[in-house]
C-alpha cells in the first residue's frame, strides 16, 4: 500500500526511470518512479503546447454570465505585483482543495446568488468532513534484538476497516481503519544519558529495542451545520474575505474513538507485544488534512452543489473535482478518489465540447 506502487520498466518518452531504491519516495521522487503530478500529468501537458502554469495567481473569482447562465472566464490577482488579470475560458475546473474551492465559489456570482455560483441549494459551504485520528496504541516488540531493517520501504501496514461490517454492529455509524509501523531506534537513544568516553561510544553502536505502533483513522458524517463560510469583516492583505469555519465532531465520532483505541489495545496484546499503552491525543477538525464535502455532488439541485458528472449545477461549464464534491469520507485516503473524479469529469468536458453543449 501506500507510495510503494513503483515501475518496473523505464519510461525515457516520459523522462522517467524505474524504481532507484534511494529513499525518495516522500520527497515526490525526482526520478518518477512512482506516479505523482510532477512526474507524469504534469509533463504531459506541457507536451501539448495547451498550458501555461501561472504561480502566484490569486483566483479572485469566477466571472459569469447571468443570461447566458455560464462561467465565462476568472479574474486572478497577481500575489507579487497586486496587478488583477481576467482569463476567458470555456470551461473552467476548480481544484483548489476542498475549503479554497468553497472559498472561490462563494466569492463568485454573487450579484445573482448572495452565497456565491452553486449555493443555490443552500448545500455550499455544508457537510464539511475530514478523518479523525491522533487515538491508537503503541507497544514494545520483544524476540528480534537479531534483525534490523535492510532496504528502504518508505511504509507501513494497514489495517482495513472491520467495525460495522457485516453482522458487527455498534453504537455508531460506520468505521475506521488503522495505519501504522514498526521500527528500531539507533544512535540518539543514547544521547539523553549524556555518557563519554568508550561507554558512549559502545552504547551507540548498539541499537535499541524496537517498538510498533498505530493510529486510527475513522470516518465524520457530513453534518450539515459543519460548514465554513465567508467573514466579510475581515479580509486579508488582498483584500478578499477569510474563510470562517464552524466544524466540529460529535457524539458518533466520540463514541467511535473508544474503539479506535480498545481495538489497538486489544490487537497488541493478542500478538503478544508488551508495554502496550493506549492512546488519545485529541483531535480537531482539519489536522486530518483530508478536508471534503463543502461541494457535495448529487441527483437533485435542491440539496446539492454537483450533478452526477461534477458540474455545477448552477453553472455546467464549472467542475469542482477535489475533495469538495465528496458526500462521504469513508475511512481511506481519498486523494485517489478526486484523481478518478477528475478524469471523468475531464472526459465528459472534452465530449460535452465536441457536442456544443458547453
Not at 497586486?82 to 483548489?96: D, L, R
Not at 518508505?154 to 455508531?172: A, L, Q
Not at 466544524?247 to 467511535?256: A, D, F, G, P, S
Request: hydrophobic share 35%; with cysteine; charged share 25%.
Amino acid at each position: 500500500h501506500g507510495r510503494t506502487s513503483n515501475m518496473t520498466q523505464s519510461k525515457p518518452e516520459e523522462g522517467r526511470v524505474h524504481c532507484q531504491y534511494r529513499n525518495k519516495c516522500w520527497l515526490g521522487c525526482p526520478f518518477g518512479g512512482y506516479f505523482s503530478t510532477q512526474a507524469s500529468t504534469l509533463p504531459a501537458a506541457v507536451k501539448t503546447g495547451n498550458l501555461t502554469l501561472r504561480p502566484f495567481s490569486i483566483v479572485k473569482e469566477i466571472l459569469f454570465d447571468k443570461d447566458k447562465k455560464r462561467a465565462t472566464g476568472v479574474e486572478i490577482i497577481d500575489a507579487e505585483t497586486n496587478e488583477t488579470y481576467v482569463f476567458k475560458s470555456k470551461i473552467i475546473f476548480v481544484n483548489a482543495s476542498a475549503l479554497n474551492s468553497a472559498w472561490v465559489l462563494m466569492n463568485s456570482a454573487t450579484d445573482v446568488w448572495d452565497g456565491g455560483l452553486g449555493s443555490s441549494s443552500g448545500e455550499l459551504g455544508h457537510n464539511v468532513m475530514d478523518h479523525h485520528f491522533r487515538v491508537g496504541a503503541s507497544a514494545d516488540v520483544e524476540g528480534f534484538d537479531d534483525k534490523y531493517t535492510y532496504g528502504r520501504r518508505p511504509s507501513g501496514f494497514y489495517v482495513p476497516r472491520f467495525r460495522n461490517w457485516g453482522s458487527d454492529k455498534r453504537d455508531y455509524l460506520r468505521g475506521f481503519g488503522y495505519q501504522g509501523g514498526a521500527s528500531r531506534s539507533g544512535w540518539s537513544k543514547d544521547i539523553a544519558e549524556l555518557g563519554i568516553g568508550a561507554g558512549l561510544k559502545d552504547a551507540i553502536t548498539e541499537p535499541g529495542p524496537w517498538t510498533i505502533g498505530m493510529t486510527a483513522f475513522g470516518e465524520i458524517l457530513p453534518y450539515h451545520e459543519n460548514k465554513v463560510y465567508l467573514n466579510k469583516k475581515v479580509t486579508d492583505k488582498w483584500g478578499l474575505p477569510v474563510l470562517a469555519m464552524d466544524v466540529e465532531i460529535k457524539e458518533n465520532e466520540l463514541k467511535m474513538r473508544k474503539d479506535m483505541q480498545q481495538d489497538a489495545i486489544e490487537m497488541f496484546e493478542a500478538a503478544g507485544l508488551k508495554n502496550v499503552q493506549g492512546w488519545d491525543a485529541d483531535y480537531a477538525p482539519g489536522m486530518g488534512i483530508h478536508e471534503m464535502g463543502t461541494a457535495r455532488m448529487g441527483r437533485d439541485p435542491k440539496s446539492s452543489v454537483l450533478n452526477a458528472h461534477n458540474q455545477v449545477w448552477d453553472a455546467p461549464n464549472v467542475f469542482v473535482t477535489d475533495g469538495a464534491a465528496m458526500t462521504s469520507a469513508s475511512c481511506v485516503n481519498p486523494s485517489l478518489t478526486y484523481m478518478a473524479l477528475t478524469a471523468r469529469a475531464a472526459d465528459f468536458a472534452v465530449e460535452e465540447l465536441k457536442r456544443g453543449n458547453l
